[in-house]
């Protein structure tokens, strides 16, 4: 089984298969806004199949479904053990579209703002989230790290993250408080997959099976599932899975029979015949 658990910052154990909730207001970015019932429906699911890592953002709305908010009227108050990791760091504009990124003395409004939200007095994991849609950040990220490090010694975060970085800028955020994960594209860049292993850190890559514009490769992925009569968006879970300890899977779905197909990747056994196809 491909689903083993990690200590996220060495303290906070989730099943290394999450869920993202990205995808709970709408599917995809010219798609139609899908109802609330139907993102509460998702979430009550995910927990009945064992969810305990949910990644979100202040900034998954559109019109007035908003993830956070679903989240904290589907399962606030929430089980033991479940995380709910956030994102802060860009700015909306009134259409709801990205507008520039906070500035540091911006963003303890926005970590309040998640707070109020989701229901909660301290958040697990908030992720500093920089750089454009698509591309990485550029430049140095300290001051906005440092900002945010300073509302986890007040005691409003419990874990800090960084999102859509460089090497670089992992490790000045590293010398300035512990990062307990990173969430980058996935994009296979070894470098940074090797200096989370090296220190412990969870690797969460988004866009984990074809989200964001860029298909599967259905052909490789295709010949290990027909084999194991899996799907091709559960090889690649199952993939990410075995291709580190570290490597955190949060497939992002607002459709009931995805998650239930998402989940069900958990429970795959690659063999060493998969696993050497997978590497093509
Ligand atoms: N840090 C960042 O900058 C950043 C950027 C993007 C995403 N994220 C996080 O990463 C999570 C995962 O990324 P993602 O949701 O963008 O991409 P993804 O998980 O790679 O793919 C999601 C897309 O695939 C569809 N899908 C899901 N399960 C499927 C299945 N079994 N069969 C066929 N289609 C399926 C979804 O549509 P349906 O909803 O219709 O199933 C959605 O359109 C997000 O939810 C979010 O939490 C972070």
Known sequence: ????TFDIGGDLRVNRLGFGAMRLPVSTLDGPTRTPENGIAVLRRAMELGVDHIDTA??????????????????????????????????????????????????????????????LDRLDLVYLRVG??????????????????????????RHLGVSNVDAAQLAEARAIAPVAAVQNNNDGDAGLLAACEAAGIAFVPFFPI?????????????????????????????????????????????????????QAAGGLELSDEDLADLRG
């Open 58 to 119: 202040g900034f998954y709305e559109r019109d007035a479904v908003r993830a956070n908010e679903l989240i904290r009227k589907a399962l606030h108050p929430y089980r033991d053990g479940l995380v709910i990791a956030t994102k802060v760091g860009p700015l909306r504009g009134p259409n709801g579209l990205p507008s520039g990124e906070a500035p540091p003395e911006g963003l303890r409004a926005l970590v309040e703002a998640d707070l109020r939200d989701l229901g």
């Open 1 to 4: 089984m491909t689903n083993t």
């Open 132 to 157: 454009g849609s698509l591309e990485l950040g550029t430049g140095s990220i300290g001051d906005r790290f440092a900002a945010l490090a300073e509302l986890r010694e007040e005691g409003l975060i």
């Open 210 to 262: 074809g989200g964001g514009g860029r298909p599967l490769d259905a052909e490789r992925l295709g010949k290990v599932a027909s084999r194991l009569g899996a799907t091709v968006p559960q090889v690649a879970i199952a993939a990410l899975l075995a291709s580190s300890p570290v490597a955190l899977a949060i497939p992002g779905t607002g459709d009931l029979g995805h998650l239930e197909e998402n």
